[in-house]
């Protein structure tokens, strides 16, 4: 182990605050690494901690993903790279019901599992935020609703995996 204590309960970690271009998190989540990457894949649990409005997801290189909500609506993205158990990165788009067909249309999105003790530690990371082509207040506000965002989903994911057993 890296000296961390040993915990048996999730804890979302911010590792550094948004700086210029990137938001980065880390949770320990007392569950197996497969059950963590079903929870972070599949779209009936992306559901309950990320997209209640619903979700349709191809968790393959190149495949397309989309996060809905009733308020914000639709969010188009590619998966670029998943590695089951281990690595889950895609663009995903800055505004709703629109396919990015540029990177400044999108940030990367990472999520990184490796097994730590009875669990398993989850890294996060969306990048790109500064290449955005938009205002650059409107990139600080991405950044900040994103920041509360994510640590909010990834404490939901947390627990759902945790409390999980399939």
Known sequence: MDGREQRDSAEVVAVTDTVDDRIEREVFVPAPIDRVWRVLTTPEHIRAWYAPGGCEIDPHPGGRLRFRWDEHGEFHGQVERAVPDTLFRFRLALEPDHAPS??????????????????????????????????????????????????????ELAAIAAASHN
């Open 102 to 155: 540029d990177p400044g249309e999108a940030t990367l999105v990472e999520f990184a599992l490796s097994p730590e003790g009875r669990g398993t530690r989850l890294r996060f990371a969306e990048s790109g935020i500064r290449a955005l082509a938009v205002p650059d207040d409107a990139k600080a506000k991405h950044a900040e609703y994103a920041t509360l965002s994510w640590t909010s989903a990834l404490e």
